[in-house]
């Protein structure tokens, strides 16, 4: 093994290869990285609990008008809806169209597939492992 190896450098290529990959699958579908982030967010989440823009912008930290910018967009392609709720007119709570939750399927679906691509390339036991030292160094630098 070649002692010059940088863990590190190639984490962050295999993300980004991965990132990029997956912005392909959702530029399919007319989204962009992070409004198909946050529809799988509020698909999620909203099974659970309602969900407001300061949701989104606590899970993803993204500044308030950043978000509001990209709600606004999703609302008018559809995606999302923004309705009042009745303790508080001011807020609104964020839930996802017909037409939201179709496109969420689908690259739901798209990125199960890209996963299982990568699987198959790993034994059992490679990937019981890769997973374990994954794990181990993300526990190791976590905040």
Known sequence: MNNDVHIGKLVSIFYKRIHRRIGREVRQYGLTSIQSRILGFVYNESAIRDIF?????????????????VLQLMEKKGYIKRISVSEDARLKKIILT??????????YDSILKFEKSLEVELNSEEKEILVSLINRLSDKIAD
Request: hydrophobic share 25%; proline share 0%.
């Open 53 to 69: 823009q300061k949701d989104i912008e606590e899970e993803f930290d993204i500044r308030r008008s950043s978000v509001t910018s």
């Open 98 to 107: 017909q037409n939201g939750i179709e496109i969420q399927s689908k690259i």
